[in-house]
């Protein structure tokens, strides 16, 4: 079956999003580029620069990971590089892919600046942060931690089926028991599950 991984690192992978690091060239496939907010202090104006040549590129899906961590000490750069990126997805009409840690109230003043569909990746947080983000139409992007995670699962069980994603991040080995895990507690087919993501998928892609 067809299993799509919305945001991985594996650039084996060739049915998924593959996140594109700085400063690597354009993947052959589905890639998502942008300055992740742990290295916005790190050679920002080159990092700028690789992000707006190979963002034009066919195979770029999305803008991200990008966003918000509360480790980062330099808060307005960051927030000022996040806002640059949610400018660009804008202008390419590309979806963002969003990395938050600890910044989730903040992410609805960023959304309401775009007309793109934004994506929370590797979500696992509780269930007031899920309901938050729904009411400001986040998509949310669950990962592995879902196969162990009790209260994930039945948060979960609750969420739209059209606006979740499935990914591996980093994680090593397959999607496969992600999809399984999912259709079962959704008390649907894998087949189902595997539409109800290309339709989410044709929802939000340029």
Known sequence: MNYFDFHHHNSRCKNGIYNLNFPDLPADSLFSAGIHPLTVSESTDEKWEWLLKVSQHLNCAAIGEC???ARVSDDVLQKEIFGRQTELANKLRKP????CVRRFSELPHFKRKV???MV????????SVANELRKHDFYLSF???LLQNVNLQLLLKEFPLEKMFLETDAEEGS???LYRTVSSLKGISEEMLILQIEKNLKAILP
């Open 120 to 127: 929370v990746h590797g979500f696992n947080k509780k269930q």
């Open 67 to 69: 966003g918000l961590d």
């Open 115 to 117: 007309n793109v569909p």
């Open 175 to 177: 999607i496969d028991e």
């Open 143 to 145: 990962g592995k931690s």
């Open 96 to 99: 963002i892919i969003i990395h």
